[in-house]
T-cell receptor, first 109, second 113 residues
Framework: GQNIDQPTEMTATEGAIVQINCTYQ??????LFWYQQHAGEAPTFLSY????GLEEKGRFSSFLSRSKGYSYLLLKELQMKDSASYLC??????????FGAGTTVTVRA | SQTIHQWPATLVQPVGSPLSLECTVE??????LYWYRQAAGRGLQLLFY??????ISSEVPQNLSASRPQDRQFILSSKKLLLSDSGFYLC????????????FGDGTRLSIL
């Protein structure tokens, strides 16, 4: 089976940096996605990693180490609107994604 | 640009009643289509996916079924709803290339009474 682990909750202050870790043990690996989901809404795509290293997109960066089965999403210069759940998802075959349970990030003023 | 439409947004149904949720995609051809369920505070559980018209793969045994009568239409159905079918149902599409992300519809919040 697929095992994808993320912390349940994190709290940080506006303007700070938060790092959300994701570890995975899957039967295959064809890439890792991060999604943002605000309460009551659908997930929206943030980033994709398939090779080791860091991908940067503005205030958000995502890192992957395939040998360690590990990824993190880095959120910089936190804003109140960044309060949301962040989902790590692994593509382990051609078509499907396996999702972690999500990390709820709360940004405090 | 591509868009995905999912309806209804909310639905309240009695136990034992039937269900039909519809999802359509515009602006793309031959998309991969997906149905997920998300229980409160939980991750996304893949229910069904389809790589073409009439092709349905089921991930979890349950009293739900899916159909893809047209290239860009994906329907989730049940003949008799159970209390455990309550949840947030999400439809998603993806292009043919595997490195493309899945894009989600706005979801249907289903409550079973």
């Amino acid at each position: 089976g697929q095992n994808i682990d993320q912390p349940t909750e994190m709290t940080a202050t506006e303007g700070a940096i938060v790092q959300i870790n994701c570890t995975y043990q899957t039967s295959g690996f064809n890439g890792l996605f991060w999604y943002q989901q605000h309460a009551g809404e659908a997930p929206t795509f943030l980033s994709y990693n398939v090779l080791d290293g860091l991908e940067e997109k503005g205030r958000f960066s995502s890192f992957l180490s395939r040998s360690k089965g590990y990824s993190y999403l880095l959120l910089k210069e936190l804003q109140m609107k960044d309060s949301a759940s962040y989902l790590c998802a692994v593509r382990d075959g051609d078509y499907k994604l396996s999702f972690g349970a999500g990390t709820t990030v709360t940004v405090r003023a | 640009s591509q868009t995905i439409h999912q309806w209804p947004a909310t639905l309240v149904q009695p136990v034992g009643s039937p269900l039909s949720l519809e999802c359509t995609v515009e602006g793309t051809s031959n998309p991969n289509l997906y149905w997920y369920r998300q229980a409160a505070g939980r991750g996304l559980q893949l229910l069904f996916y389809s790589v073409g018209i009439g092709q349905i793969s089921s991930e979890v045994p349950q009293n739900l079924s899916a159909s893809r009568p047209q290239d860009r239409q994906f329907i989730l159905s049940s003949k008799k709803l159970l209390l455990s079918d309550s949840g947030f149902y999400l439809c998603a599409w993806r292009g043919e290339q595997g490195n493309q992300p899945q894009h989600f519809g706005d979801g249907t919040r289903l409550s079973i009474l």
